[in-house]
T-cell receptor, first 113, second 120 residues
């Protein structure tokens, strides 16, 4: 079975500050890991994904995440927050190609000026 | 390529009524997924199709729920005898299962904007 735990349902940062959103996963097979972003009244958009190879993955809008197998983590970071980053962020895990995604409960990011 | 399209975007119905949602995937995508998202929660998997075959159904999909993809293109999700607990956002996603299965070709899931159901 697979599962995802996102620590912190709400994260608030000041514009220009570091963004750190935490994700821990559980998987009985080598996982595929994803971060999605959801803006109000919009669908989910893929930020980045890890499948194999380099453990530091770069995504859109300056976000990156690092796969740490020993810690079963896939935390999302961005060096400098922008007001437009305010949204809901979801971590997800799957078993393979186009397999169903198992999502975490999400983290709402607020960015203050 | 216009993305995944879902209709209607919003549906308000009375308890006990039947509702149907439609999802048009990205053309040529052979996999189609349905998820349900309630306020403050992440999307929960309901079911998915490969072409017209329904490959997996979640235990969340009670007997009142039925999904079809008759020609392997668009899909419908019907909820019979709606209950207030069915109020949620219903999300559809599609992907293209690659011909070669390797970890470098993940076949990303593309999501629609969802259909919001409110049961009064």
């Amino acid at each position: 079975a697979q599962s995802v735990t996102q620590l912190g349902s709400h994260v608030s940062v000041s514009e220009g500050a570091l963004v750190l959103l935490r994700c821990n996963y559980s998987s009985s097979v080598p996982p595929y890991l994803f971060w999605y972003v959801q803006y109000p009244n919009q669908g989910l958009q893929l930020l980045l994904k890890y499948t194999t190879g380099a453990t530091l993955v770069k995504g859109i809008n300056g976000f990156e995440a690092e796969f740490k197998k020993s810690e079963t983590s896939f935390h999302l970071t961005k060096p400098s927050a922008h007001m437009s980053d305010a949204a809901e962020y979801f971590c997800a895990v799957s078993r393979g190609n186009t397999d169903k995604l198992i999502f975490g409960t999400g983290t709402r990011l607020q960015v203050f000026p | 390529d216009t993305g995944v399209s879902q209709n209607p975007r919003h549906k308000i119905t009375k308890r006990g009524q039947n509702v149907t949602f439609r999802c048009d995937p990205i053309s040529e995508h052979n996999r189609l997924y349905w998820y349900r998202q309630t306020l403050g929660q992440g999307p929960e998997f309901l079911t998915y199709f490969q072409n017209e075959a329904q490959l997996e159904k979640s235990r969340l999909l009670s007997d009142r729920f039925s999904a079809e993809r008759p020609k392997g293109s668009f899909s419908t999700l019907e909820i019979q005898r709606t209950e207030q607990g069915d109020s949620a956002m219903y999300l559809c996603a599609s992907s293209l299962l690659p011909l070669t299965l390797d970890r470098h070709n993940t076949g990303e899931l593309f999501f629609g904007e969802g259909s919001r159901l409110t049961v009064l």
